[in-house]
């Protein structure tokens, strides 16, 4: 299976991205995981009640109520990738490659 880090090291998804990770110091790529885990535990926790984040969510359209539900699901999966991303910039530093 490809993984996020080889799709965007090799000029896929999160290119860019990826472009400007490398350039980030170690404890700047490390903070930038721990945000993303915040993140997607914030997420993860919206999904599991999402009264936590809209309080009159039962008074949504049912396909509204699914489309935010898709919408947080695919912003976890996305900070999901980027941590990803970030953990294998410092691995293959601390293995010295590039």
């Known amino acids: 299976m490809v993984t996020a880090y080889e799709i965007a090291k090799t000029g896929g998804k999160h290119h860019g991205?990826?472009?400007?990770?490398?350039?980030?110091?170690?404890?700047?790529?490390?903070?930038?995981?721990?945000?993303?885990?915040?993140?997607?535990?914030?997420?993860?926790?919206?999904?599991?009640?999402?009264?936590?984040?809209?309080?009159?969510?039962?008074?949504?359209?049912?396909?509204?109520?699914?489309?935010?539900?898709?919408g947080w699901k695919q912003d976890a999966s996305r900070h999901r990738e980027s941590i990803e991303i970030q953990r294998r910039i410092l691995k293959e530093r601390a293995n010295g490659q590039k």
Do not use: C, M
């Not at 993140?39 to 039962?58: C, F, G, L, M, V």
């Open 17 to 70: 991205w990826y472009l400007e990770q490398v350039k980030l110091s170690d404890a700047e790529l490390l903070k930038g995981i721990s945000s993303f885990e915040k993140q997607i535990a914030r997420h993860e926790s919206w999904i599991a009640d999402p009264t936590i984040k809209i309080a009159n969510y039962s008074d949504f359209d049912p396909r509204r109520q699914v489309a935010l539900i898709a």
